[in-house]
């Protein structure tokens, strides 16, 4: 049930809870011509809403198809990107990582597709838009904030392959990626909370998101640490290389 449809609810049953207690007022006041009227007014309400329910039905199948497939990009595909990169121990595993993080992308873009029809969707109605609430405004950053990403990824990897290290591209491609990627993720509970989504919903992506995140980042770190031992066995050796006398 999202937000706006629980707001719509509530005041047509405020609607009908007011016009029941000035019927009755009326009758007990012995006015029932009044009291004709009301339930004339009541029936028309009635009708108003019949009307509106194929729009509140597509209201509430675009909401739950945009929570779905948000959270599929961002708990379940990205993530998977991430952990093929980082343990995926076969050749051309950089293509499969952008292959997958370009799929969810695009995911992600059809999911905005949906949210901005939900968001704009009050106006139908003669109500203000929800364009200025944070869950939007967060949205369209999280979505402008990954535009660049797939172009870091490519100058990355055009260094990488040319010098054989890791680059300015690379640490801004890694880092940002994970910064924007948790930042998603944290957006799909208040999704959650924005919707009225049930408590059940909302437990259950908190155990499924945190477990993802947190696999991930033990990935992640458990990679960056290896690489900087490494490194350091690496930098280590080529010093004692160039000390050792030759021949010596
Ligand atoms: C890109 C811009 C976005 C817009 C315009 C947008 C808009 C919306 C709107 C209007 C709702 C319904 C609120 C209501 O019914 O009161 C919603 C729900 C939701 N959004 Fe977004 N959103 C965006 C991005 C995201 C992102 C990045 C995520 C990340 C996972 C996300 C996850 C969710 C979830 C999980 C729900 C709840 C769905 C449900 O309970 O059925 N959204 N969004
Ligand atoms: C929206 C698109 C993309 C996103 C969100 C993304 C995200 C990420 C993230 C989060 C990581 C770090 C994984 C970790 O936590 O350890 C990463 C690593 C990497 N990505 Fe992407 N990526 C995208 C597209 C691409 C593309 C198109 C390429 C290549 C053409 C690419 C190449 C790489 C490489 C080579 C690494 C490893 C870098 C290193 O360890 O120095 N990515 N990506």
């Not at 004709?36 to 509106?52: D, F, I, V």
């Not at 392959?161 to 910064?179: A, D, M, N, Q, T």
Request: net charge positive; proline share 2%.
């Amino acid at each position: 049930m999202t937000r706006f449809l629980d707001n719509m609810k509530l005041s047509a049953l405020a609607t009908a809870i007011a016009f029941a207690a000035m019927a009755s007022a009326q009758e007990s006041g012995g006015s029932s011509s009044a009291a004709s009227a009301g339930a004339a007014q009541q029936a028309a309400e009635a009708a108003e809403l019949k009307e509106l329910a194929p729009l509140f039905a597509k209201l509430h199948k675009m909401t739950m198809a945009h929570g779905t497939i948000m959270c599929l990009a961002f708990v379940i595909f990205f993530p998977a990107g991430s952990f093929v990169i980082r343990l995926g121990k076969f050749k051309g595993a950089i293509y499969v990582h952008a292959a997958i993080q370009m799929f969810a992308y695009m995911m992600a873009i059809a999911g905005m597709g949906m949210g901005s029809w939900i968001a704009h969707a009050p106006k139908k109605l003669g109500r203000r838009t929800l364009f200025h609430e944070y869950h939007p405004i967060i949205g369209y950053t999280i979505i402008a904030a990954l535009v660049f990403q797939p172009a870091l990824g490519a100058l990355h990897h055009a260094v990488y392959v040319r010098e054989g290290r890791r680059s300015i591209w690379s640490y801004l491609h890694v880092w940002w990626g994970r910064i924007v990627l948790t930042l998603a993720i944290i957006q799909g509970g208040l999704g959650l909370r924005f919707a009225n989504n049930t408590h059940g919903g909302k437990i259950a992506y908190g155990v499924v998101a945190g477990l993802v995140w947190i696999s991930w980042l033990g990935v992640a770190v458990w990679h960056d640490t290896k690489k900087a031992k490494t490194q350091t066995v690496v930098e280590k050796r080529s010093d004692s290389e160039e000390m050792t006398p030759i021949g010596g």
